[in-house]
């Protein structure tokens, strides 16, 4: 009787045990896993999927030509533990004839909620009074110190009306929004009957609204979307929150309307790169906070 080849399957990341006891289960599947809640450096990742038939990587693993040669002919299967798939060389797997799996909706609410708190902590101007109780300069209660902006009544904008985006409007709907506009390639009018979203071009999103919450997937036209005339046709009073992905945003054109005053102040879920260096100029500025 010939023996069972088994299939290598490398995983580049410590899971949840949910899924390695799944792994584990297939009895056809050789697993080996970086072991490590670092991300794997490039020489090792390559000496990994080597000869590998699966590959289960995350969203900070970079899928590209280079890889995809060092891994060779067996391999037929990525997964990814992501909603995007921007890290993956799309092109070039699906000449391959590699299958790709990925995890639409599994984090749509934890994300939602996120952007939601990301927005509530900036425009209340949480992390500079947290501060400020910190080094002493809350002396007394004062009726305009730290007031920060309200969502009631206020007009919400979102660029990316896919799931999460839905996500985060039906999480705004209590807080009294009166008006939410979206953008993106093209008018979704089902989706946005439930939150009686008005689509709009981006300019117009970026200057009527007192808040915006960047929710697109990364593309070539959505890369540095947010950029110099992005945020000079924004108030003067309003809130941005990115927590889509880092390269959406112009961070430098970003720094400067937020030193300068043009914008009133930023929330970031996701930058360029990840994290950011401790000395970068965003870090520096009281009206930018992070999640």
């Given at each position: 009787?010939?023996p069972?080849?088994?299939?290598?399957?490398?995983?580049?990341?410590?899971?949840?045990?949910?899924?390695?006891?799944?792994?584990?289960?297939?009895?056809?599947?050789?697993v080996?896993?970086?072991?490590?809640d670092?991300?794997?450096?490039?020489?090792?990742?390559e000496?990994?999927v080597a000869?590998?038939?699966?590959?289960?990587?995350?969203?900070?693993d970079?899928?590209?030509?280079?890889l995809?040669?060092?891994a060779?002919?067996?391999?037929k299967?990525?997964?990814?533990?992501?909603?995007?798939?921007?890290?993956?060389?799309?092109?070039?797997?699906k000449?391959?004839?590699?299958?790709?799996?990925?995890t639409?909706d599994?984090?749509t609410?934890?994300?939602a909620?996120?952007?939601?708190?990301?927005?509530?902590?900036?425009?209340?101007?949480?992390?500079?009074?947290i501060?400020?109780?910190k080094?002493?300069?809350?002396?007394s209660?004062?009726?305009?110190?730290?007031?920060?902006?309200?969502?009631?009544?206020s007009?919400v904008?979102?660029?990316?009306?896919?799931r999460?985006?839905?996500?985060i409007?039906?999480?705004?709907?209590?807080?009294?929004?009166?008006?939410?506009?979206?953008t993106?390639?093209?008018?979704?009018?089902?989706?946005?009957?439930e939150?009686?979203?008005?689509?709009?071009?981006?300019?117009?999103l970026?200057?009527e609204?007192?808040?915006?919450?960047?929710?697109?997937?990364?593309?070539?036209?959505?890369?540095?979307?947010?950029?110099?005339?992005?945020?000079?046709?924004?108030?003067?009073?309003a809130?941005?929150?990115?927590?889509?992905?880092?390269?959406?945003?112009?961070?430098?054109?970003?720094?400067q309307?937020?030193?300068?005053?043009?914008?009133?102040?930023a929330?970031?879920?996701?930058?360029?790169?990840?994290?950011l260096?401790?000395?970068?100029?965003?870090?520096?500025l009281?009206?930018?906070?992070?999640?």
């Amino acid at each position: 009787m010939r023996p069972v080849r088994l299939m290598k399957v490398f995983v580049t990341r410590r899971i949840p045990t949910e899924g390695s006891a799944a792994l584990a289960r297939a009895a056809d599947c050789e697993v080996e896993q970086w072991d490590s809640d670092e991300p794997i450096p490039s020489k090792d990742l390559e000496r990994g999927v080597a000869g590998a038939h699966g590959l289960l990587c995350l969203l900070s693993d970079r899928i590209d030509k280079k890889l995809l040669d060092a891994a060779g002919a067996n391999l037929k299967v990525i997964s990814t533990m992501s909603v995007g798939v921007d890290h993956l060389a799309l092109d070039e797997i699906k000449k391959r004839g590699i299958r790709v799996g990925y995890t639409p909706d599994v984090l749509t609410d934890a994300t939602a909620e996120l952007a939601v708190s990301l927005l509530l902590t900036t425009c209340r101007r949480l992390p500079e009074a947290i501060e400020e109780v910190k080094n002493g300069g809350w002396t007394s209660w004062k009726p305009l110190w730290m007031c920060g902006y309200g969502l009631t009544q206020s007009t919400v904008g979102i660029i990316g009306l896919g799931r999460i985006g839905q996500a985060i409007a039906r999480c705004l709907k209590p807080f009294g929004v009166q008006r939410l506009l979206y953008t993106g390639r093209q008018p979704r009018p089902q989706e946005a009957e439930e939150f009686q979203a008005e689509f709009v071009s981006t300019q117009q999103l970026a200057a009527e609204s007192d808040f915006i919450v960047v929710a697109c997937s990364l593309t070539p036209a959505t890369r540095g979307l947010c950029n110099k005339d992005f945020f000079q046709q924004m108030k003067k009073t309003a809130v941005f929150v990115n927590i889509s992905r880092g390269e959406v945003v112009d961070q430098d054109d970003l720094y400067q309307a937020l030193a300068s005053g043009q914008i009133a102040a930023a929330g970031l879920d996701v930058t360029t790169p990840e994290p950011l260096p401790t000395n970068h100029p965003l870090l520096t500025l009281k009206n930018c906070g992070y999640l």
